[in-house]
């Protein structure tokens, strides 16, 4: 196994802010984080694959972090991804997730597997996707009433997070996001924006993990039905978690993803 200490995130250039880390000879591992988060969030576990002696690449999707000025359907982002990531496992937490459904449709030859958190395939009836629509709308209002770091604080003391406990370090780094970023966002790769890919899943080529915390009930009936509707699917339940699974469980996560990727020649543990 690398040490962790020795080795250093680098910027990876493309359409959007990325960073590397690890052997780029590597199998690479791209991880794609959620609505409010940045590329960041993903690091403590793009860490230990990257020791373990993988190649892991961490993405600001359109509206966060770094790519805050980009403003993308989940389509184009997928688009902007695949161009980062080239052949990849790729590795998507609720709208990374979503994202990382887009690719392996539109990208399959790009794809090794898939790994998805807590997401969704799209709302399949048109007038629930519309009320969607207006939620997020209504969400969008409430984030240029109220500000960045209010509507954070909010967002992240939904019951859908259950008893997470974000720390000062998470709330700084979402708090670095922009209004402008956020409901751009919101308003072209949010839930009631997405065109529904149920009737499409089918077509999924690569291997698909999809996982969603285990008191998480509607993302973890989405798992099931996701896993079901592809080829080479697999659900998994992350004990003790909720929405995101990944901030709560990250040991059993880790593991799980460890699972679906290639064996390296002299494939290291991970402590």
Not at 32 to 44: A, C, D, I, R, V
Not at 84 to 98: D, E, K, Q
Not at 208 to 231: H, P, Y
């Amino acid at each position: 196994m690398s040490d962790i200490q020795n080795l250093q995130w680098s910027p990876l250039s493309g359409p959007l802010a990325a960073q590397q880390l690890g052997d780029p000879r590597a199998p690479k591992v791209v991880f794609l984080h959620g609505f409010t988060q940045t590329s960041n969030s993903w690091k403590p576990i793009a860490e230990q694959i990257a020791a373990a002696g993988y190649h892991a690449v961490i993405v600001d999707l359109p509206g966060h972090g770094d790519s805050g000025g980009v403003r993308a359907d989940l389509r184009r982002t997928s688009d902007m991804v695949a161009a980062i990531g080239g052949v990849a496992t790729y590795v998507g937490y609720s709208l990374g997730g979503r994202v990382a459904l887009h690719l392996a449709l539109m990208y399959p030859h790009l794809t090794r597997s898939t790994v998805l958190i807590g997401a969704d395939a799209g709302i399949a009836d048109d007038d629930e996707r519309a009320r969607r629509r207006e939620a997020d709308d209504a969400v969008e209002a409430r984030l240029n009433e109220i500000g960045v770091e209010a509507f954070v604080r909010e967002w992240v003391s939904q019951p859908l997070f259950g008893d997470l406990v974000s720390t000062d370090a998470d709330l700084a780094d979402r708090f670095r996001n922009s209004k402008p970023g956020l409901a751009s966002s919101l308003r072209h790769a949010g839930t009631g924006a997405q065109t529904s890919l149920w009737p499409r899943l089918r077509e999924v080529t690569a291997p698909v993990l999809a996982m969603a915390g285990e008191r998480d009930e509607k993302f973890a009936a989405l798992a099931e039905q996701i896993a079901a509707a592809v080829g080479q699917g697999r659900a998994l339940l992350v004990p003790n978690a909720d929405h995101a699974a990944h901030l709560q469980q990250p040991d059993f996560v880790l593991q799980a993803i460890l699972g679906v990727l290639p064996r390296l020649r002299t494939a290291p543990a991970v402590s």
